[in-house]
């Protein structure tokens, strides 16, 4: 089984993710932070606990990071036209729940539960950042614990979506995200390059939906306002990056990847920009030197990846 604690901040593809998570016989989710981004933290923690409980996901939900780790970065615009104003499609949510998330913040409780289980505890963060980074700063040494960190974010053969240099999350924080990338412990990325070549149509979540039950039938509705966003953009479907990168957890065989320490741009027009020193280049010393060589995923069998969404989201088994 894979212990998992999974960072987000849900947002509409980050549901998919959760529920993926949730249902895969081969992955026992054992936490999940929350962190601004697709809304803002107190919007994207209440739709936390509001997907775990309509899906009896019995992982304890904690609250994160709601600004930048720098915080003297100025705040950014919430993507209302990707996710809606409540960060679900807009869908029909409670103002409060029953539900409570953990009293610690994110950050102490991803140390907390590592440090539990050394060794044992993956890391799969599909939006800023900055929860992890806090969490290294605060116990440098935790990092060494960690199995392994699964990161949905960057962009490194092709342009940006928010910039020509930047993907989102690493755009929206990246003093943390360089943090992350050269930080002691074994991280794989799932950036644009991937995620664009995995597309699911509104007919195959619909065929999902027709035959998953209410929880893929909740999906499907909190998923229509993302296809609607789409629709200029790769026709009809739309684009799964965060449930990319948790399929990599369970099937890294259906994913291309290349070696190299990894920086994040931090300012300049080019402020969020990744970019990796692949192993076996040679180049005069620079910033990239003295960092430990990660995992950047170039290609994907986007098929597949749908295969083992749908097995696992409907029919709670591995594909």
């Known amino acids: 089984m894979h212990k998992v604690i999974f960072d987000t ?45 309509e899906w009896n996901i019995a992982a304890p939900v904690a609250q994160g990071a709601g600004v930048t780790y720098d915080p003297a970065r100025p705040e950014g615009h919430w993507p209302t036209f990707i996710h809606g104003e409540n960060g679900l499609g807009d869908i029909e949510i ?18 907390d539960t590592v440090r539990a289980q050394p060794g044992e ?29 699964i990161v949905m974010g960057g962009a490194f053969d092709l ?53 998953g039950g209410p929880a893929v039938q909740l999906l499907s509705d ?9 629709k200029h953009r790769v026709g009809d479907g739309m684009v799964i990056h965060d449930s990319c990168a948790c399929v990599y957890l369970v099937a890294p065989h259906l994913f291309r990847t290349r070696s190299g320490p990894i920086r994040a741009v931090c300012g300049g027009i080019a402020d969020g920009q990744t970019i990796q020193k692949p192993d076996g280049k040679v180049f005069p010393p620079g910033h990239w030197d003295g960092h430990p060589s990660q995992l950047v995923c170039t290609d994907v069998d986007g098929d597949r990846v749908l295969e083992v969404i749908r097995a696992a989201i409907v029919e709670g088994k591995a594909a």
Do not use: C
Request: glycine residues 6%.
């Open 94 to 111: 409670p103002e409060t729940m029953e539900a409570q998330a953990d009293g610690r913040p994110a950050w102490q409780f991803i140390i």
């Open 9 to 53: 901040d849900p947002g509409i593809d980050d549901a998919m993710a959760l529920l993926f998570l949730h249902r895969h016989p081969e992955i026992d989710l054992i936490g999940v932070t929350t962190v601004f981004g697709n809304a803002p933290i107190e919007l994207t923690t209440r739709n936390a606990l509001f997907l775990t409980q």
């Open 222 to 230: 909190i998923s229509q306002f993302y296809i609607e966003f789409y």
């Open 159 to 211: 342009n940006g979506n928010v910039s020509p240099a930047a993907e989102a999350n690493i755009h929206g924080d990246p003093e943390a995200a360089d943090l992350v990338f050269t930080a002691p412990w074994r991280v794989t990325v799932i950036g644009l390059d991937v995620t664009l070549k995995t597309v699911m149509t509104s007919g195959y979540l619909a065929e999902m939906a027709a035959v």
């Open 121 to 149: 505890v993956t890391l799969i963060a599909v939006g800023r950042m900055t929860n992890l980074a806090l969490a290294l700063k605060a116990d440098p040494d935790f990092a060494a614990l960690v199995k392994e960190v």
